[in-house]
């Protein structure tokens, strides 16, 4: 069965300090992707980032940037000089890849505040 | 580009009662996917759609059924609405085939309060 940890269920930062949040995750099959969603207050999750488990590279967008590690099966994420638009729920998800369907398993969330 | 659209955005309904809510997924996307957030139990997995048939189904009652028409859009059902019931709904849209997976986007979510 496929899990996603995400221990740390609240941190809080002043802006422009780095903050980084951790996923670990478990699965039996070979072939997977990880994500990462934003839900904002609004309610939507906002699409951050895929990877599939075959690309190992680490991965830079703007201010965030993802590292993954197969060898600890984690898929950690930093956002770098924050600021108070970041604050949201962050979740980390697993999809397997099966002909009979895909679904994402969720971690639980961690929620990050942001103060000016 | 339209999004993925989720009708009604709020909806308080009366225990016993049954809703029936609505998704239309991005265009040509063929895939749909519910999903159930709850303070307790987080983000669940409920059922995916894929060319009008069931593909895969989570760990839920036999109350939560759904289905899909031919332009793709879903609808999800719950009949006998118990407090417990009370979440956001959100739907997610995917171009997903066999044995492949592009990802998905979400809607903004139905939020059920049942009373």
């Known amino acids: 069965a496929q899990k996603v940890t995400q221990a740390q269920t609240e941190i809080s930062v002043v802006e422009k300090e780095d903050v980084t949040l951790d996923c670990v995750y478990e699965?039996?099959?070979?072939?997977?992707?990880l994500f990462w969603y934003k839900q904002p207050p609004s309610g939507e999750l906002v699409f951050l980032i895929r990877?599939?488990?075959?690309?190992?590279q680490n991965e830079i967008s703007g201010r965030y940037s993802w590292n993954f590690q197969k060898s600890t099966s984690s898929f950690n994420f930093t956002i770098t000089a924050s600021q108070v638009v970041d604050s949201a729920v962050y979740f980390c998800?697993?999809?397997?890849?099966?002909?009979?369907?895909?679904?994402?398993?969720f971690g639980g969330g961690t929620r990050v505040l942001v103060k000016p | 580009k339209a999004g993925v659209t989720q009708t009604p955005r709020y909806l308080i309904k009366t225990r016993g009662q049954q809703v029936t809510l609505s998704c239309s997924p991005i265009?040509?996307?063929?895939?749909v996917s519910w999903y159930q957030q709850t303070p307790g139990q987080g983000l669940q997995f409920l059922f995916e759609?894929?060319?009008?048939?069931?593909?895969n189904k989570g760990n839920f009652p036999g109350r939560f059924s759904g289905r899909q028409f031919s332009n793709s859009r879903s609808e999800m059902n719950v009949s006998t609405l118990e407090l417990g019931d009370s979440a956001l709904y959100l739907c997610?849209?995917?171009?997903?085939?066999?044995?492949?997976?592009?990802?998905?986007?979400f809607g903004s979510g139905t939020r059920l309060t049942v009373v």
């Open positions: 997610a849209s995917s171009l997903a085939g066999t044995l492949a997976n592009y990802g998905y986007t």
């Open positions: 699965t039996r099959d070979t072939t997977y992707y």
């Open positions: 990877r599939n488990s075959f690309d190992e």
């Open positions: 998800a697993l999809s397997e890849v099966k002909a009979a369907g895909n679904k994402l398993t």
């Open positions: 265009s040509g996307h063929r895939s």
């Open positions: 759609y894929f060319s009008e048939t069931q593909r």
